[in-house]
């Protein structure tokens, strides 16, 4: 029941639009965009490209959940609730990105 709602609250264009806000967060934090780029084995020239592609946003969201204090900046910075982020991922991942485990 849970999921259902998150996706009520929340429609693909408006989970796209979050994850390229949290990518261009991302890029604008010189601590963090190494860190990114090395967990992901993106490159710089990758940012740009990728953008656009659902699996890539995908991989931003869920390096943004990783860690909480960086949700919380993100979200002070870019005026979302706290829990948008993740609502984002689960949006964009369907039903392909749900672990029971």
Same mark, same amino acid.
């Given at each position: 029941?849970?999921?259902?709602?998150?996706?009520?609250?929340?429609?693909?264009?408006?989970?796209?639009?979050?994850?390229?806000?949290?990518?261009?967060?991302?890029?604008?934090?010189?601590?963090?965009?190494?860190?990114?780029?090395?967990? %992901?084995?993106?490159?710089?020239?990758?940012?740009?490209?990728?953008?656009?592609?659902?699996?890539?946003?995908?991989?931003?969201?869920?390096?943004? %959940?990783?860690?909480?204090?960086?949700?919380?900046?993100?979200?002070? %910075?870019?005026? =979302?609730?706290?829990?948008?982020?993740?609502?984002?991922?689960?949006?964009?991942?369907?039903?392909?990105?749900? =672990?029971? %485990?």
């Amino acid at each position: 029941m849970i999921s259902k709602v998150m996706k009520m609250a929340m429609n693909e264009e408006a989970a796209q639009v979050l994850a390229l806000q949290a990518l261009a967060w991302l890029v604008g934090n010189d601590d963090l965009v190494g860190v990114f780029l090395g967990a %992901t084995g993106a490159a710089a020239d990758d940012l740009r490209a990728q953008a656009g592609d659902r699996a890539f946003q995908i991989s931003v969201l869920e390096f943004l %959940t990783m860690d909480d204090a960086w949700v919380m900046s993100f979200c002070d %910075t870019s005026g =979302h609730a706290y829990d948008a982020p993740l609502m984002a991922r689960n949006v964009l991942a369907g039903e392909a990105g749900r =672990h029971w %485990t």
